[in-house]
């Protein structure tokens, strides 16, 4: 690279643009947990007793029409330095994205569920993801919805993980287009959607020089699995956009 490139040798990488690299034998460490420190600080909750989750099982977040508004600007600086603090920590994408979708008019409930994961980013800083030596080059997804999760529209959202042998190196969630009225129909869009970023990622490793024979997404809702190998079904599924029906080219494939 130095012979195509101007570089300059400054040794092992340890830190860069907020990511904390440990590099040992066995493999790799990235936390963000300097960063996680001071956005606690930031925020003044460092003495704040801790939480076991970063978001409540049972309450759940809507628009909240009744409840005190409260500063806008504080809300977005919360949400936004957390959204930066999930490029290492796949546990609170999921909650932090649920309250992102309140920037425009947040309320206190909203306000009480961010400092709610800062308070569980206060515990937990320390997390991160290793990326072992001994591995091998197998590319596996994991596809899950929550099911009408958004109490304001009942649209749902899904949830999509990617490994490289044992290591995670892709993560999203999304709220889905469409209201479905059964976790089938739900479960079978998520999947779907995790099947693209699957060919994306198949695509990029081959100009890597990895070659990958038949992809597996792994799926707990039997039902969403029948519908992708059964077209005898399709008049069950006819209001399911067609674009999503791709995903039984693919399994035919």
Not at 36 to 45: D, I
Request: proline content about 2%; some cysteine; aromatic content about 12%.
């Amino acid at each position: 690279m130095s012979q195509e490139f101007e570089m300059s040798l400054v040794g092992e990488l340890s830190y860069f643009l907020g990511l904390q690299i440990r590099q040992l034998n066995d493999g790799i460490f990235i936390t963000q947990a300097k960063y996680a420190k001071n956005l606690v600080k930031k925020f003044g909750l460092e003495k704040a007793k801790h939480c076991d989750t970063p978001m409540s099982t049972t309450l759940k977040l809507s628009k909240d029409d009744s409840g005190k508004s409260v500063e806008q600007t504080l809300y977005r600086g919360m949400i936004g330095s957390l959204l930066y603090l999930t490029a290492s920590r796949p546990d609170i994408s999921f909650s932090v994205g649920v309250c992102a979708r309140y920037q425009a008019d947040p309320k206190e409930s909203h306000l009480s569920s961010v400092k709610r994961i800062i308070r569980y980013v206060n515990g937990t800083s320390n997390y991160g993801i290793w990326y072992f030596f001994d591995t091998n080059a197998s590319l596996v997804g994991f596809s899950d919805v929550n099911w009408a999760g958004n109490c304001d529209d009942r649209k749902s959202t899904s949830g999509n993980c990617f490994f490289l042998g044992n290591n995670l190196v892709s993560w999203f969630c999304k709220k889905q287009n469409s209201i479905f009225l059964s976790t089938t129909k739900a479960g079978y869009i998520a999947a779907g959607s995790g099947c693209t970023q699957l060919l994306w990622m198949k695509q990029m490793l081959v100009d890597y020089g990895f070659n990958q024979g038949t992809l597996t997404l792994f799926c707990d809702n039997m039902s969403a699995i029948n519908i992708s190998k059964n077209p005898v079904q399709h008049s069950r599924t006819k209001h399911i956009d067609i674009r999503h029906h791709f995903i039984r080219e693919l399994v035919e494939k």
